[in-house]
């Protein structure tokens, strides 16, 4: 029987025991009392009401809230890929609104790794070509643009779904290249948009095992909303978001995993029977 990998994972936090809390350091990205509304004729939707949120440095957050709460349009905002009609966002202590093109570029291609919701695949590339593109673009040479993508390709259990098409995977599948792609670039920081809304609990709870691990054996920073609350306690700090307004639910983890590389295995499609 397959083993759900989460419950490994929780297995492995309760026998390590209460370890340190791990310090928050200073916050990569920070949220000064953001806001921001969408005007539509005479309506106003306050989509993100004064959001306060410090992201600090190898941590890994989860921002849970329902559906139309203003999960994706904060985290657009703490990309920099949107601007708050009030507030400011910072990344390593500068105001995004002041950076430049050539920066914000810069911020995009090394910096932040933006997992979308919709996954955002190129549907004529292959799987193996969708992660392997950003990195041609920000110069990774041939050699190691292989063996990251052979690499992420691997840890999300696709590897022989390499050659196939966004329209050939399944939608679960698809998510999973799109984590893949923001992975290989080893940004400093990954935000990721519901990246499980569309995997079964056990490959849910791998991807949630894969983001541990990177932020612990990466030093990266993780920012992941989602809507499954199974999930939560696998994160440093969990904040709930509700129409637009973030509160904390819970800061820390009880207690600190040791990486354990056997948490991210994903389940196979089982084989057909009759
Ligand atoms: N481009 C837009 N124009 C107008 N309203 C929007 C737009 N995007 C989102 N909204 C509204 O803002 C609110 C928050 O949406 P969203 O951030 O997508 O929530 P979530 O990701 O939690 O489902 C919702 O009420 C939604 O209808
Ligand atoms: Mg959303």
Redesign the pocket.
């Given at each position: 029987m397959i083993q759900n990998p989460y419950d490994r994972i929780k297995q492995r936090l309760a026998r390590d025991g209460a370890s340190v809390e791990r310090p928050a350091g200073s916050p990569i990205i920070e949220a000064a009392h953001i806001s921001r509304e969408?005007r539509?004729g005479s309506d106003v939707?306050h989509?993100v009401q004064n959001v306060d949120l410090k992201v600090g440095r190898g941590r890994f957050i989860t921002l849970v809230?329902?559906?139309?709460?203003?999960?994706?349009?904060?985290m657009n905002l703490l990309a920099g890929l949107d601007h708050p009609t009030s507030g400011q966002v910072f990344f390593e202590g500068r105001d995004m609104a002041a950076f430049s093109e050539k920066e914000f570029i810069e911020l995009r291609r090394r910096r932040i790794g933006v997992v979308f919701?919709g996954f955002a695949l190129l549907p004529l590339l292959s799987a193996y070509e969708n992660v392997e593109l950003p990195l041609r673009i920000s110069g990774v040479s041939a050699r190691e643009r292989s063996d990251r993508t052979r690499e992420v390709l691997e840890m999300v259990g696709l590897a022989r779904r390499a050659k196939h098409r966004p329209f050939e995977l399944s939608g679960g599948e698809q998510q999973r290249v799109s984590i893949a792609r923001a992975v290989a670039m080893r940004p400093d920081v990954i935000l990721a948009?519901e990246p499980t809304g569309e995997l079964d609990s056990v490959n849910a709870g791998a991807i949630f095992g894969l983001f541990r691990q990177m932020v612990a054996t990466r030093d990266m920073t993780i920012v992941a909303?989602t809507h499954d609350r199974t999930l939560l306690d696998m994160a440093d700090e969990i904040y709930e978001?509700h129409d637009?307004s973030l509160s904390m639910r819970q800061s820390g983890r009880s207690a600190q995993p040791s990486a354990p590389t056997d948490t991210t295995r994903f389940r196979r499609p089982a084989p057909a029977t009759q």
């Open positions: 969408y539509i939707v989509a809230g329902r559906s139309g709460s203003g999960k994706t349009t904060l919701q948009d909303t978001i637009g």
